[in-house]
């Protein structure tokens, strides 16, 4: 039986009820969960009226706006607040309304979707997982990040309905114009005072504050896929630990009996295959989803492919940018991928058609992969391959990926064969990228 991951120290629901026409109340919740609020002053009462102006209904209201005379901050705990500035404008990013009983505010675990050596400091989460939310006014988000003594840090942000951590919405600047979830004014680093990470948001909803740092000797770098550096040992994705090895040891302990752990994010399929190590080293970075079965011989889609390549990179994911092919509508799961590949050039932009649901082939999947760790390949000349014809449009990126230790080819009878046009298979790209970032 799987252990259960601890993700809040504070969960805080926000329950609103009509007030008469254009108001809601905002009300504790009971138990331990309790959460309070301010409104300009740190004052926190059992009910507080929250005077906004809802268009639509509680549950499908088509934009929140803040009335003016007084800030909104939600506080559910501790130093974590997140403030919305008087007369500020609530709008969701896509769909006709949200349910602003879910709103929530509280602070989570991030321990997957960072890219590798980046470490988390804090994380808050504040808004509708499911659904994104857009301000017209930057809200203000403070993190906790304890043990930060840096002036500054980064933050990256998951907005709501998507699933990759960005830095789009973010802005350290208080006075930025808001339009359509962006500032004018773009930054994700925040201001560290007293232990606390500020930032700025056009958008919601859950930040992080992470370090990045090489690996350190002494603690193996595979083990928690974030990095760490001496005074910031990673053990399991955002999870950090400092001091002697009594401090590790107790930590080691804490982890085994309260968080997920390597067994439990092995895939039902799995077990005894070949790549085993190289998708559970996926797995443990959030570059492929723990579900039932991995399928590790099935066929991956050219979408499928771009998304884990991004991933796996690192590279930041601006939802803001649409996919021009007539193949890739914004009803895609994986459009917004497709869009910033093509929009950095790691795919071509200028044809109609990318194919998304196609089965990639080996020779798609190395130039992608070539075109993702920015490889130039115009002077390459050798070929490993007896398959590989030196005329190929792609032979130069096989053969890059091959100079690189990322892939060896088979040998049958003497010779060495890559099968350029097969399909790849899950698992053989498990091993690819793992190679390729050196997981």
């Known amino acids: 039986m799987k252990k259960q991951l601890i993700i809040a120290s504070a969960l805080a629901p926000l329950f609103l009820s009509g007030l008469g026409q254009g108001y809601a109340a905002f009300s504790e919740s ?20 929250l005077y906004t102006t809802i268009l639509g209904s509680l549950t499908g209201a088509t934009s929140l706006t803040v009335n003016s005379g007084s800030d909104i901050t939600f506080n559910p705990s501790g130093d974590i607040r997140v403030t919305i500035p008087a007369s500020t404008i609530v709008t969701p990013a896509t769909g006709t309304g949200f349910d602003v009983t879910a709103i929530t505010t509280s602070s989570v675990v991030v321990w997957t979707g960072l890219a590798q050596y980046e470490s988390s400091n804090g994380a808050v989460e504040f808004g509708i997982s499911s659904v994104g939310l857009n301000f017209d006014t930057p809200i203000k988000v ?3 990040v304890p043990g930060v003594t840096t002036s500054t840090i980064s933050v990256k942000v998951k907005h709501g309905g998507t699933s990759s951590f960005v830095t789009t919405g973010l802005t350290n600047s208080s006075s930025a ?6 500032p004018s004014v773009s930054s994700n680093v925040a201001t560290v005072t007293n232990g606390v990470a500020t930032i700025y948001s056009c958008a919601a909803s859950t930040f992080v ?6 690996p350190s000797s002494g603690i193996a770098a595979g083990a928690g896929g974030a990095g760490g550096n001496a005074a910031n040992y ?8 400092s001091g002697g090895s009594d401090l590790t040891q107790s930590l080691l302990d804490m982890v085994s009996e309260n968080f997920i752990t390597l067994d439990d994010l092995l895939f039902e399929d799995i077990d005894g295959n070949w790549a085993m190590s190289y998708i559970q080293k996926l797995a443990q970075r959030g570059i492929v989803n723990n579900t039932t079965a991995f399928n590790p011989e099935g066929d ?35 459009s917004v991928f497709i869009a910033n590949a093509a929009e950095k050039g790691i795919v071509d932009a200028t044809g109609e ?11 798609e999947a190395m130039k992608i992969l070539m075109n993702v760790l920015g490889e130039d390949v115009s002077d390459v000349q050798e070929n490993s ?14 053969e890059a990926a091959a100079e690189m230790g990322i892939v060896s080819g088979q040998e049958v009878d003497g010779k060495i064969y890559f099968r350029p046009n097969d399909s790849i298979t899950r698992a053989e790209i498990a091993k690819v990228l793992a190679n390729a970032f050196k997981l």
């Open 177 to 182: 114009t808001c339009a359509g979830g962006l």
């Open 209 to 214: 504050a992470y370090s990045t740092a090489t």
């Open 234 to 241: 990673p053990i399991i994705g955002g999870l950090s630990m």
């Open 300 to 334: 991956l889609t050219r979408a499928e492919f771009i998304k884990m390549a991004l991933n796996t990179s690192g590279e930041s994911i601006d939802d803001s940018i649409a996919s021009s092919f007539a193949d890739v509508t914004e009803s895609h799961s994986l």
């Open 30 to 49: 009971t138990g331990s969960l309790a959460t309070t609020a301010t409104v300009s002053q740190t004052v926190t009462v059992p009910t507080l009226p």
């Open 353 to 363: 058609f990318f194919r998304p649901d196609a089965s990639i082939t080996r020779a």
């Open 142 to 144: 403070e993190i906790p």
């Open 385 to 398: 391959f007896s398959d590989v014809d030196t005329n190929l449009d792609l032979a130069k990126y096989i």
